[in-house]
Nanobody, 122 residues
Framework: QVQLVESGGGSAQAGGSLRLSCVAS????????FGWYRQVPGKQRELVAA???????DVVGSVKGRFTISRDNAKNTVNLQMNSLKPEDTAVYYC????????????????WGQGTQVTVSS
C-alpha cells in the first residue's frame, strides 16, 4: 500500500504564490509518474502537471510559465510551485502517483492523495 500526504495550499490573492508538496510512503520500488491533478465542482479532474521517472514533464497549457513541478526521488516527494495565481486556479488539488511496488513486477498502481484546497481571490 502507498500513501500520499499533501501539504501546502490555502488561500492567496490573484498574482500571488503558493506551494504544494506531496510525500509518498509505503511499498514503493519506483514512482513512474508523480504529479498533481485538480478538480472544481461539476467538472472532471484534470492533470495539472506531472514528472516522469526519467525527468520529463507534462504541464497543462493553462499553467505553463506560471507553475513549476519538481520531484526529489530520494525523498519520494513532488512539489508544485504556483506563481502568478489566477482565480481560475481555484480548485481542490490532488497528489497523484503511478507506482511499481516491486523490483520483479511490471504492474503499475495508481494512488491519490486526499486533496488540498487552493483558493485564489481576485
Amino acid at each position: 500500500q502507498v500513501q500520499l500526504v499533501e501539504s501546502g495550499g490555502g488561500s492567496a490573492q490573484a498574482g500571488g504564490s503558493l506551494r504544494l508538496s506531496c510525500v509518498a510512503s509505503g511499498t514503493i520500488f519506483s514512482i513512474n509518474r508523480f504529479g498533481w491533478y485538480r478538480q472544481v465542482p461539476g467538472k472532471q479532474r484534470e492533470l495539472v502537471a506531472a514528472v516522469h521517472s526519467g525527468g520529463s514533464t507534462d504541464v497543462v497549457g493553462s499553467v505553463k510559465g506560471r507553475f513549476t513541478i519538481s520531484r526529489d526521488n530520494a525523498k519520494n516527494t513532488v512539489n508544485l510551485q504556483m506563481n502568478s495565481l489566477k482565480p481560475e486556479d481555484t480548485a481542490v488539488y490532488y497528489c497523484w502517483a503511478i507506482v511499481t511496488v516491486r523490483r520483479d513486477a511490471t504492474t503499475e498502481f495508481q494512488y491519490w492523495g486526499q486533496g488540498t484546497q487552493v483558493t485564489v481571490s481576485s
